[in-house]
């Protein structure tokens, strides 16, 4: 069964200089995967920003002597912390546990946008209070009678019509303070309702379609968490289950979660074979460049500079070689150290040196060290104590004596770079003439009679052109290689031998082969012709269709000539289907 298609996505960081291809099976893993490696260059560059400018500022501040000496001293300490590290890159790896925590990979941080704040209501509005009805019988309203009031009757009289008087003028006035009251009240009813609504009109309303709003995006990012979750269990599954995207996937995360300087590449390939559960590594191993090299540090007070003693050739060399020989028994170890399911029975580690020959001027990539180190045999070794060098050799790896002169080697076992889909082609337009109905050719006929258009499209600039494997899931039925350096670049072509219209479903499943198989273009060409939808989702796409007057066309541009006729098509085609009772036709 041909493998899946995988996808790829290159990273870079400028400030480190470090660029990566990432490779998977799943789009959305390998975008994780980007995202994390991204992240993690950005911490080691600020990490090394933060470096420099504490030295600058330690430089700015040591204007005393003794500062500078002290300074000096400090410089000389962490140099020779920097070569205590590379010297013990193996032993700091081994204490590590480097399986993965499968459930540390779930994303379950909550929904940081906050739900919006429920607008208040309008206040209730405030009623002013009537005053109490004055009454006659109030103390206010009770005539208060004097000693002549007593004796003369008339005076007596006037004091209780005052008095009556006063009642009947404090309770009109009341009245019409009451009703003047009560039609302030009932305003102020008003106004409130009319807020009310206003309220319930437009901010509340807002209010709810933002609330909803809110909900949405929230159980879309809820949604996103779970699905990143299945993803993740998924992940696992396929690990656990020992699958060839799964066990690949997962030592990719490994390797990647190594830590190591940030000017080491940590770049790799990785071929697993499920069968005999043997793992072949190709690994980008530091140049010699990037060691440290400064072994001391002084003051000299007679020209008030600091002084740097580096390390002599020799020792540099011998640095170098012995980092690669840890790097690889430590890439073992984290291999084997990881394997919760007995996944790898043999790790074969092939470590790559990127330079530049100093007899051309130009970048080589050469493997210089190669080691099988099956599971048992280095399980029993104790890495804490080992000479590296002495234990690569115990293992029958295969190096040239000093490491450091990058001798090229033959890998142990090589990583198969072909593309097993690729199947062996024959040629077809020399049968061509003009009485040949394309639209009822055989359809491998056909698939290899789109192969040799190409071929002769693309031959020009030294492209090449394969036809694949047939599959299920109606992938890839030829991969053209474009080798211009601008607008070159990996083109999928696929060829429908059909005698009605083309479905809008075979553009979509084009397109997405283009994504998952990072080709810079797709390439659909058919001997009918395509509908208004298929043209509609092909616009602003990488995509080309081509139709049967397009496929006629480009057979006479390359002198060969041939016909299309649809209906007979369909008619040959019916007549074949009869007479092979029990077999499917096969319609492209």
Not at 519 to 539: M, N, W
């Given at each position: 069964?041909?493998?899946?298609?995988?996808?790829?996505?290159?990273?870079?960081?400028?400030?480190?200089?470090?660029?990566?291809?990432?490779?998977?099976?799943?789009?959305?893993?390998?975008?994780?995967?980007?995202?994390?490696?991204?992240?993690?260059?950005?911490?080691?560059?600020?990490?090394?920003?933060?470096?420099?400018?504490?030295?600058?500022?330690?430089?700015?501040?040591?204007?005393?002597?003794?500062?500078?000496?002290?300074?000096?001293?400090?410089?000389?300490?962490?140099?020779?912390?920097?070569?205590?590290?590379?010297?013990?890159?193996?032993?700091?790896?081994?204490?590590?546990?480097?399986?993965?925590?499968?459930?540390?990979?779930?994303?379950?941080?909550?929904?940081?946008?906050?739900?919006?704040?429920?607008?208040?209501?309008?206040?209730?509005?405030?009623?002013?209070?009537?005053?109490?009805?004055?009454?006659?019988?109030?103390?206010?309203?009770?005539?208060?009678?004097?000693?002549?009031?007593?004796?003369?009757?008339?005076?007596?009289?006037?004091?209780?019509?005052?008095?009556?008087?006063?009642?009947?003028?404090?309770?009109?006035?009341w009245k019409r303070r009451r009703n003047q009251l009560?039609?302030?009240?009932?305003?102020?009813?008003?106004?409130?309702?009319?807020?009310?609504?206003?309220?319930?009109?437009?901010?509340?309303?807002?209010?709810?379609?933002?609330?909803?709003?809110?909900?949405?995006?929230?159980?879309?990012?809820?949604?996103?968490?779970?699905?990143?979750?299945?993803?993740?269990?998924?992940?696992?599954?396929?690990?656990?289950?020992?699958?060839?995207?799964?066990?690949?996937?997962?030592?990719?995360?490994?390797?990647?979660?190594?830590?190591?300087?940030?000017?080491?590449?940590?770049?790799?390939?990785?071929?697993?074979?499920?069968?005999?559960?043997?793992?072949?590594?190709?690994?980008?191993?530091?140049?010699?460049?990037?060691?440290?090299?400064?072994?001391?540090?002084?003051?000299?007070?007679?020209?008030?500079?600091?002084?740097?003693?580096?390390?002599?050739?020799?020792?540099?060399?011998?640095?170098?070689?012995?980092?690669?020989?840890?790097?690889?028994?430590?890439?073992?170890?984290?291999?084997?150290?990881?394997?919760?399911?007995?996944?790898?029975?043999?790790?074969?580690?092939?470590?790559?040196?990127?330079?530049?020959?100093?007899?051309?001027?130009?970048?080589?990539?050469?493997?210089?060290?190669?080691?099988?180190?099956?599971?048992?045999?280095?399980?029993?070794?104790?890495?804490?104590?080992?000479?590296?060098?002495?234990?690569?050799?115990?293992?029958?790896?295969?190096?040239?004596?000093?490491?450091?002169?990058?001798?090229?080697?033959?890998?142990?076992?090589?990583?198969?770079?072909?593309?097993?889909?690729?199947?062996?082609?024959?040629?077809?337009?020399?049968?061509?003439?003009?009485?040949?109905?394309?639209?009822?050719?055989?359809?491998?006929?056909?698939?290899?009679?789109?192969?040799?258009?190409?071929?002769?499209?693309?031959?020009?600039?030294?492209?090449?052109?394969?036809?694949?494997?047939?599959?299920?899931?109606?992938?890839?039925?030829?991969?053209?290689?474009?080798?211009?350096?601008?607008?070159?670049?990996?083109?999928?072509?696929?060829?429908?031998?059909?005698?009605?219209?083309?479905?809008?479903?075979?553009?979509?499943?084009?397109?997405?082969?283009?994504?998952?198989?990072?080709?810079?273009?797709?390439?659909?060409?058919?001997?009918?012709d395509y509908g208004p939808d298929s043209y509609e989702?092909?616009?602003?796409?990488?995509?080309?269709?081509?139709?049967?007057?397009?496929?006629?066309?480009?057979?006479?541009?390359?002198?060969?000539?041939?016909?299309?006729?649809?209906?007979?098509?369909?008619?040959?085609?019916?007549?074949?289907?009869?007479?092979?009772?029990?077999?499917?036709?096969?319609?492209?």
């Amino acid at each position: 069964m041909a493998p899946r298609p995988v996808c790829s996505l290159e990273v870079t960081h400028k400030g480190l200089h470090k660029h990566r291809e990432i490779r998977g099976y799943d789009r959305y893993v390998v975008e994780q995967k980007a995202q994390a490696q991204l992240a993690a260059w950005e911490e080691a560059w600020q990490n090394k920003v933060n470096i420099r400018s504490k030295q600058r500022e330690r430089e700015r501040v040591a204007g005393e002597r003794q500062q500078k000496k002290e300074l000096a001293a400090e410089l000389t300490k962490e140099a020779e912390q920097a070569i205590e590290d590379i010297e013990n890159v193996l032993r700091a790896g081994i204490k590590k546990n480097a399986a993965v925590d499968w459930e540390a990979l779930k994303e379950r941080s909550a929904f940081r946008t906050p739900p919006p704040k429920k607008p208040a209501p309008p206040a209730p509005s405030v009623h002013a209070d009537i005053p109490n009805e004055p009454k006659q019988s109030d103390d206010a309203y009770q005539p208060k009678f004097g000693l002549l009031d007593q004796i003369f009757r008339s005076r007596m009289q006037r004091r209780i019509d005052e008095a009556e008087e006063q009642f009947q003028e404090d309770h009109l006035a009341w009245k019409r303070r009451r009703n003047q009251l009560i039609k302030q009240n009932q305003e102020r009813e008003r106004q409130h309702a009319e807020e009310v609504k206003r309220w319930q009109a437009e901010s509340l309303r807002r209010w709810q379609q933002q609330m909803a709003k809110w909900q949405q995006e929230n159980q879309e990012f809820l949604q996103k968490q779970r699905a990143q979750h299945g993803s993740v269990e998924a992940r696992k599954k396929q690990y656990v289950t020992g699958s060839l995207e799964g066990v690949l996937d997962y030592y990719e995360m490994i390797l990647s979660h190594s830590e190591y300087p940030d000017t080491f590449p940590q770049e790799f390939d990785i071929e697993y074979h499920p069968d005999t559960k043997v793992l072949i590594l190709d690994y980008s191993l530091p140049p010699i460049e990037v060691l440290p090299k400064v072994k001391q540090v002084k003051y000299v007070q007679s020209t008030e500079e600091f002084k740097e003693t580096l390390l002599p050739d020799s020792a540099l060399s011998k640095l170098f070689d012995d980092l690669l020989y840890q790097i690889g028994l430590r890439t073992i170890h984290e291999i084997y150290r990881a394997d919760r399911f007995s996944a790898v029975a043999a790790v074969v580690f092939n470590g790559w040196v990127k330079s530049v020959d100093r007899a051309t001027g130009k970048e080589q990539n050469a493997c210089i060290l190669s080691v099988q180190a099956n599971h048992d045999e280095f399980l029993a070794i104790n890495l804490e104590h080992v000479d590296p060098k002495a234990c690569f050799k115990q293992l029958k790896g295969v190096g040239s004596a000093k490491l450091s002169g990058l001798a090229a080697i033959a890998p142990i076992i090589s990583i198969n770079r072909e593309d097993k889909r690729f199947i062996p082609s024959y040629e077809v337009a020399n049968g061509l003439d003009e009485s040949c109905n394309l639209a009822a050719m055989d359809w491998q006929d056909f698939e290899h009679l789109i192969r040799e258009v190409f071929e002769k499209e693309f031959a020009q600039g030294g492209g090449e052109v394969k036809v694949t494997r047939a599959s299920r899931d109606g992938g890839v039925d030829a991969v053209a290689f474009d080798p211009d350096p601008i607008r070159g670049g990996k083109i999928v072509i696929q060829a429908k031998r059909y005698t009605n219209t083309v479905n809008v479903s075979a553009v979509r499943d084009l397109y997405g082969t283009v994504v998952n198989e990072g080709a810079i273009k797709g390439i659909l060409i058919t001997t009918a012709d395509y509908g208004p939808d298929s043209y509609e989702f092909a616009r602003g796409k990488p995509l080309a269709l081509l139709s049967g007057s397009n496929l006629l066309h480009l057979l006479e541009k390359h002198g060969r000539k041939a016909r299309i006729d649809l209906k007979e098509a369909k008619k040959l085609l019916t007549d074949g289907d009869k007479a092979k009772t029990g077999r499917r036709n096969r319609a492209w």
